[in-house]
């Protein structure tokens, strides 16, 4: 399921009902997208699993970071560090990275 605004890019607003412009444009035409008025509410009234605050939430914390990184290749970087840090515990970092390293130079 695609969940975003509806937004001109993402849904073509003059249609009744509404449609997807995204759905259309993906080679798999089985994906659901749904879509939150903005201007209306944040969450959907008749589904509160249809909202738009957990990526706007990512990209707040995201955004200064790449901001601040002046080449392309940084701004890459920084995703997957932000990424990593994002999704795994302590713990959890410190076995991956040496799962990594044993995968990546050790061959094991």
């Given at each position: 399921?695609?969940?975003?605004?509806d937004?001109?890019?993402?849904?073509i607003n003059?249609?009744t009902?509404?449609v997807?412009?995204i759905?259309?444009?993906l080679?798999?035409?089985?994906?659901?997208?749904?879509w939150?008025?903005?201007?209306?509410?944040?969450v959907d009234?008749?589904?509160?699993?249809?909202?738009t605050?957990?990526?706007?939430?990512m990209?707040?914390?995201l955004r200064?970071g790449?901001?601040?990184?002046?080449?392309?290749?940084?701004?890459y970087e920084y995703?997957?560090?932000f990424?990593?840090?994002?999704?795994?515990?302590?713990r959890?970092?410190?076995?991956?990275?040496?799962e990594?390293?044993?995968?990546d130079?050790?061959?094991v």
């Open positions: 399921m695609i969940i975003s605004d937004y001109s890019t993402y849904v003059r249609a009902p509404k997807s412009k759905v259309n444009l080679p798999q035409k089985h994906f659901l997208h749904r939150v008025n903005h201007s209306i509410n944040f009234p008749l589904d509160a699993t249809i909202h605050n957990t990526i706007e939430r990209w707040q914390d200064p790449i901001r601040s990184k002046k080449h392309l290749y940084h701004i995703i997957n560090e990424m990593f840090y994002r999704y795994f515990e302590d959890e970092r410190f076995e991956r990275i040496i990594l390293l044993r995968r130079f050790f061959n």
